[in-house]
T-cell receptor, first 111, second 116 residues
Framework: QQPVQSPQAVILREGEDAVINCSSS?????VHWYRQKHGEAPVFLMI?????EQKGHEKISASFNEKKQQSSLYLTASQLSYSGTYFC????????????FGQGTILTVHP | GAGVSQSPRYKVAKRGQDVALRCDPI?????LFWYQQALGQGPEFLTY????????KSGLPSDRFFAERPEGSVSTLKIQRTQQEDSAVYLC??????????????FGPGTRLTVT
């Protein structure tokens, strides 16, 4: 079951903050966040595991609410380079290694 | 160090032709994944290898799709008798051996397949 991301698109000015949400109807083991620029490969941002472990880039923060099966990605003091499409990928206990990606959130940062 | 590479980057095939897409994972990465990405959508899982073993092929859309990784490194995704609905970007990703479920996938740039 594909996770649902919100919002579908965000437009920011440099320095503004944004939150991108990812919600699943299934019990999750982990949530992965990636950013993809047009025509390029998705780039890893963050992993959050059930139980509270997380691993990712220093300037990125995220949360994982295990009870609600929701994750949020927090982008603070946005820069032009943050523009791109953000995807969450969810992994269930029963699907070892298999990520199901959301439809993406398009983030545009203007000067 | 080199990242994940894929070839060709672009492929145009006439309907009914067979195509082969290649993925070179990062050296030492045991796990390899194939995804299909339609325009404006997220990547959709196709299949997963650990070394040469194909552990999950539940995402392959039909028996026209076949993937292999015979020596546990390079992988090939083959599509037989291509159809227009096969047009998409095919992404390959690799990751380190998973002692725990705490890993990230490194993606290649993809192969854009257009079936005419």
């Amino acid at each position: 079951q594909q996770p649902v991301q919100s919002p579908q698109a965000v437009i920011l000015r440099e320095g503004e903050d944004a939150v991108i949400n990812c919600s699943s109807s299934k019990a999750l083991y982990s949530v992965h966040w990636y950013r993809q620029k047009h025509g390029e490969a998705p780039v890893f941002l963050m992993i959050l595991l059930k139980g509270g472990e997380q691993k990712g880039h220093e300037k990125i923060s995220a949360s994982f609410n295990e009870k609600k099966q929701q994750s949020s990605l927090y982008l603070t003091a946005s820069q032009l380079s943050y523009s791109g499409t953000y995807f969450c990928g969810t992994e269930m206990w029963t699907s070892y290694g298999k990520l199901t990606f959301g439809q993406g959130t398009i983030l545009t940062v203007h000067p | 160090g080199a990242g994940v590479s894929q070839s060709p980057r672009y492929k145009v095939a006439k309907r009914g032709q067979d195509v082969a897409l290649r993925c070179d994972p990062i050296s030492g990465h045991v796990s390899l994944f194939w995804y299909q990405q339609a325009l404006g959508q997220g990547p959709e899982f196709l299949t997963y290898f650990q070394n040469e073993a194909q552990l999950d092929k539940s995402g392959l859309p039909s028996d026209r799709f076949f993937a292999e990784r015979p020596e546990g490194s390079v992988s090939t995704l083959k599509i037989q008798r291509t159809q227009q609905e096969d047009s998409a970007v095919y992404l390959c990703a690799s990751s380190l051996l998973r002692v725990t479920r705490y890993y990230e996938q490194y993606f290649g740039p993809g192969t854009r397949l257009t079936v005419t």
